[in-house]
């Protein structure tokens, strides 16, 4: 299992690459014409998120859970492996809280009795803060977890 999903994540880095190369020049042919608009931000967030959906179907992802309460995270440390397909199942105790990671662009809002699937390829390495993002109260500034990308 761990080496079906290894591979397939080293697969899915490849055809992520070339997906990236083949948005980017996508865009440079159909430069000054009708697809114009498409700016290349867009086209690069799809390739990912295609990259992220074969992956996560391809390799059966494990789910790590994360519950947001007041005011704080569980567990408050997740550990994954650079290039890993990131499958957070997250929800709430009590409140509405978010779900912010800045690094990685992800800002999920959720809430009691409702699990959101946060998915993700885990492409840089170092320690990101989790925070939250919606007002729940006297501790809300002092929510955090940390996401930590082992290279
Ligand atoms: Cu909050």
Do not use: W
């Amino acid at each position: 299992m761990r080496v079906i999903l290894i591979s397939m994540v080293l697969i899915a880095s490849l055809f992520g690459t070339s997906a990236y190369v083949l948005a980017v020049e996508g865009h440079h042919h159909v430069m000054g014409e009708k697809d114009e608009h498409v700016s290349m931000d867009t086209k690069a967030n799809e390739a990912r998120q295609s990259l992220v959906m074969i992956a996560s179907q391809a390799s059966e992802v494990e789910g790590i859970n994360l519950e947001a309460y007041k005011f704080g995270y569980s567990p408050e440390r997740i550990v994954v492996k650079k290039g890993e397909v990131v499958k957070l199942l997250a929800t709430s105790r009590d409140v509405a809280h978010g779900i912010f990671i800045k690094e990685y662009g992800i800002n999920e809002k959720v809430e009691k009795g409702k699990v959101r699937n946060i998915e993700f390829v885990a492409d840089k390495a170092g320690e990101f803060d989790i925070t939250c993002s919606v007002y729940c109260g006297a501790g809300h500034h002092s929510m955090k977890a940390k996401l930590i990308v082992e290279q």
